[in-house]
Nanobody, 116 residues
Framework: QVQLVESGGGLVQPGGSLRLSCAAS????????MSWHRQAPGKERELVAV????????NYADSVKGRFTISRDNAKNTMYLQMNSLKPEDTAVYYC?????????WGQGTQVTVSS
């Protein structure tokens, strides 16, 4: 059974940091590209960052470049998103996604709220 479980969300002040985790099970983790997405209230879900199966390729949305870092530990079947210099506009539910050319899986999401 495929599972993606996000954790690490919460309430943080502007300028603060959070580290999200996505624990994967039920599939060959290293064979899947992984990504983080987010959805703010009233807005469409958007891609935040993506990482290749081996971790050598990463890409980011312009809005988070230089502030967020995506990484993965294939030995632990876990992906991470280090978020620094957080802004109120980063407030959203953050989702992880596992994908190949033929299939994809989503996690249930974790809430990130940036507010003073």
């Amino acid at each position: 059974q495929v599972q993606l479980v996000e954790s690490g969300g919460g309430l943080v002040q502007p300028g603060g940091s959070l580290r999200l985790s996505c624990a994967a099970s039920g599939f060959t983790f290293s064979s899947y590209a992984m990504s983080w997405h987010r959805q703010a209230p009233g807005k469409e879900r958007e891609l935040v960052a993506v990482i290749s199966g081996g971790g050598s390729y990463t890409n980011y949305a312009d809005s988070v470049k230089g502030r967020f870092t995506i990484s993965r530990d294939n030995a632990k079947n876990t992906m991470y998103l280090q978020m620094n210099s957080l802004k109120p506009e980063d407030t959203a539910v953050y989702y992880c996604k596992a994908m190949t050319t033929s299939v994809h899986y989503w996690g249930q999401g974790t809430q990130v709220t940036v507010s003073s």
